[in-house]
């Protein structure tokens, strides 16, 4: 069968409906974990410990483990669909003009997606990132409220009402410059990464086992997929540690504007009064997390692009 590449503006589709799909699995999956992450770093009296006691001793556990998945899948499931389609759409433009680097690297073997320089990669992933998380700002907002103790939205007409009254339409954008600052460098470095990794474990997955049809540079399905797998969790989470005193930043500003008003007010603040660790509050759950979501959402993306292209 001639192979197939999903490239091209009439053919954002397939990568939209892929970034959907693999964004709501892997947001209604992890939600305990994002959960717990946001409440751990909603103030300096928060712990995982306390936490989890006052999840178990809730009425109902799973409901609580899992408040927030309506605004965290939606906001999961369409950001990962705008940002996948837009990086597939920034990569092709890039690569057709070959800007910021003209020897574009041999086609990955797991991968069906475009094969980039590692600048291509860089600036498309955090421009993607950007785009999605500007768009996403109101969702994200309330995901963060609804996870904390410090609200009790009965639903998310109740949440966004009660958001615009109080605080204005202003705060539905609070944090976007923290997390601009966390996103852009994390989604670039995370697309480096991780087309580096899948290129150096592909490697090392082709000697070891064997590949399709005798095509050197194609690995079977399934090993494509855990390399996949493994380069996407290993990226996610060398990245996330970086990025975490802006995620906390963020959640802090998120959850109580009127107490810490920019990135710059907010980290002094959380250093002076609380210590500089307070930046790296929810560290092991945020890298848990991201390398789970990460693996989860890129292998469900790569797989269903590859069946696109199969047919």
């Known amino acids: 069968m001639k192979e197939v590449h999903l490239t091209?503006?009439?053919?954002?589709?397939?990568?939209?409906?892929?970034?959907?799909?693999?964004?709501?699995?892997?947001?209604?999956?992890?939600?305990?974990?994002?959960?717990?992450?946001?409440?751990?770093?909603?103030?300096?009296t928060s712990s995982l410990s306390a936490s989890l006691r006052e999840i178990r001793l809730s009425p109902h556990v799973v409901r609580s483990l899992w408040r927030g998945t309506v605004p965290s899948a939606l906001r999961t499931g369409l950001g990962s669909a705008i940002y996948f389609s837009t990086?597939?759409?920034i990569r092709q433009h890039l690569g057709r003009r070959h800007v910021l680097g003209t020897h574009a690297p041999q086609r990955n073997a797991s991968s069906v997606l475009p094969a980039t320089t590692s600048w291509v990669n860089l600036v498309s992933g955090a421009m993607a990132r950007t785009f999605a998380g500007f768009v996403l700002m109101p969702l994200t907002v309330i995901k963060v409220r609804f996870e904390s103790t410090m609200y009790s939205y009965s639903s998310m007409a109740a949440a966004v009402a009660d958001i615009r009254r109080r605080e204005g339409f202003r705060a539905f954008f609070s944090g976007f410059g923290a997390t601009t600052m966390r996103d852009a460098p994390y989604a670039g470095m995370y697309v480096v990464i991780y087309e580096s990794l899948k290129t150096q474990i592909?490697?090392?997955?082709?000697?070891?086992?064997?590949?399709?049809?005798?095509?050197?540079?194609?690995?079977?399905?399934?090993?494509?997929?855990?390399?996949?797998?493994?380069?996407?969790?290993?990226?996610?989470?060398?990245?996330?540690?970086?990025?975490?005193?802006?995620?906390?930043?963020?959640?802090?500003?998120?959850?109580?504007?009127?107490?810490?008003?920019?990135?710059?007010?907010?980290?002094?603040?959380?250093?002076?009064?609380?210590?500089?660790?307070?930046?790296?509050?929810g560290l092991a759950l945020r890298m848990s997390r991201k390398a789970l979501s990460s693996a989860l959402a890129w292998t469900?993306?790569?797989?269903?692009i590859r069946r696109f292209s199969a047919h």
């Open 8 to 44: 091209g503006g009439n053919l954002v589709a397939p990568h939209f409906a892929s970034g959907l799909g693999s964004g709501i699995a892997s947001a209604i999956i992890l939600q305990p974990l994002d959960l717990l992450k946001t409440r751990v770093q909603q103030s300096a």
């Open 87 to 89: 990086l597939n759409a």
């Open 202 to 281: 592909g490697l090392s997955a082709m000697a070891l086992g064997p590949s399709t049809g005798g095509d050197a540079l194609k690995l079977t399905a399934s090993a494509a997929t855990s390399v996949n797998f493994v380069a996407a969790a290993l990226a996610g989470a060398g990245c996330s540690a970086i990025s975490n005193p802006f995620d906390a930043i963020k959640t802090r500003v998120q959850l109580q504007p009127q107490h810490y008003r920019s990135i710059g007010q907010a980290g002094y603040k959380m250093i002076a009064t609380e210590g500089f660790h307070s930046l790296w509050d």
């Open 300 to 304: 469900i993306y790569e797989e269903l």
